[in-house]
DNA sequence: GCATCACCTTGACCTGGATCAAGGGCCTGC
DNA sequence: GCAGGCCCTTGATCCAGGTCAAGGTGATGC
């Protein structure tokens, strides 16, 4: 289950924490003071870290594992926003939004250790540190380009096309030549939903995709064959 | 056709610039200084300011008209983001994205006035001004909370749930009672963009909410009987 | 060894919204 | 006045993707 505890500012956690470019740019009694107020927590496979519309004062920080972003509708369907890994920060562009509520439910797809950082101070900080502004405008910026790019996909590409857009995303081993590889990192249902389609379409497109020989699949290892043909459809 | 000029800071539209929000906190010299940048840019309807894709140095103020932004597919289908009226910024949030290309189609949906305001002095300035960087971020989060918003109702409602959201978001007199009126104040196709479908199933959802009595529709006017009646299908 | 359960695939069928086609109302220019 | 454009509506038909139902496979527990 859900826990957490102070953190040790000696912890390889605060070094990594340190490390990322939301907080690389603060001077270290800065850092320092914000360190002391953040917090670890540990959570399980399928623990909800928060639920859209709770109250919010904190935001994240990744150390391991994989958080899943999502909306869920009264119904209880679910859209996955966005999968976040090691290394990366969540939630922070709560820190200047009207209603202090998570837009978003975050959920653990595995088990993960974060960092918790409450918002308040670290506005505080940015208001002596104009350089740290600047990261978190890149940063929301990039988040808010995102958003666009993934409203184009949902209205001017249909379903294969995002699949497709997503594979030439997610490719971890090019060999340089027209080939590569995509390791499937997350189960398939957790995708489908990522590109807003039922687990059920995601299998039948890999399948066409298959049938057409665009691509092999081993379990959950996907080999493109030509990385040129695919990107004729994206 | 369109048309620009150097902007007399003496004019109304400077006055109308410097009361918007993201300049409201400038000191005067700042903004003397960013005003004499500024120039301002007559469009007829239908004339396009910027492409998708086109290297970005500017942002915009609109004095008078109305602005739509939109994402357009390689195969000329069109989905309306965002209808900027006058008194609002659009494309501020360009300022700190990695590609400098505008990310969406700015295009005149009737006679409008702007004022074009360069980029890097304005960020320039933010380096000086911690309080205009928090209006600028609350800003951006703004509008990433909306793209949010516009993917949940893209992912988890229907057409008519999207409408029927429109409606409630667009009342502009509510008698205070149980009813309401909507003027719409753009083309009807303009809408159906917005919400992401055709025209004729824009016109198909009216019709069907119509013959369920829970509005009445005069031209560009809706009246809406029964508030409450409406959110039930929200 | 085998029950259970999560995850995935496959088939048969359904449906919301798109597409195609036709026509009506209302401007604007000649 | 009327020709040519929108802009919008309506009807008929189509289809991408959802829904429902039935397995199959592999991991975990007893």
Not at 92 to 111: D, G, S
Not at 140 to 143: A, D, L, T, V
Not at 181 to 187: A, N
């Given at each position: 289950m859900l826990n957490s505890e102070p953190m040790d500012t000696n912890l390889p956690l605060a070094t990594a924490v340190r490390a990322h470019y939301l907080f690389?740019?603060?001077?270290?009694?800065?850092?320092?003071?914000?360190?002391?107020?953040?917090?670890?927590?540990?959570l399980d496979k399928g623990d909800i870290l928060f639920h859209s519309g709770d109250p919010c004062t904190h935001f994240y920080f990744v150390d391991t594992g994989l958080i899943e972003l999502s909306l869920i509708s009264p119904t209880g369907e679910k859209k996955t926003l966005e999968v976040v890994g090691a290394g990366r920060t969540f939630a922070?562009?709560?820190?200047?939004?009207?209603?202090?509520?998570?837009?978003?439910?975050?959920?653990?797809?595995?088990?993960?250790?974060?960092?918790?950082?409450?918002?308040?101070p670290y506005v505080d900080t940015l208001h002596g540190n104009p350089d740290a502004s600047m990261r978190l405008l890149a940063d929301?910026?990039?988040?808010l380009r995102a958003r666009v790019r993934e409203i184009e996909n949902l209205t001017i590409q249909n379903a294969r096309s995002r699949l497709i857009s997503y594979l030439l995303d997610h490719i971890d081993d090019s060999t340089g030549h027209d080939e590569?590889?995509?390791?499937?990192?997350?189960?398939?249902?957790?995708?489908?939903s990522r590109l807003s389609v039922k687990p059920e379409t995601l299998s039948r497109l890999l399948r066409s995709l298959t049938d057409e020989g665009l691509i092999s699949i081993e379990d959950r290892l996907i080999f493109?064959?030509?990385l040129s043909d695919l990107r004729l459809y994206d």
């Open positions: 690389a740019g603060l001077p270290d009694a800065d850092f320092e003071t914000l360190a002391r107020q953040m917090a670890a927590v540990q922070e562009a709560i820190a200047f939004m009207r209603e202090h509520r998570y837009p978003v439910t975050a959920e653990a797809l595995q088990a993960t250790t974060l960092c918790r950082i409450p918002v308040t929301i910026s990039r988040h590569a590889t995509v390791r499937l990192t997350m189960p398939r249902h957790v995708i489908a493109i064959h030509r």
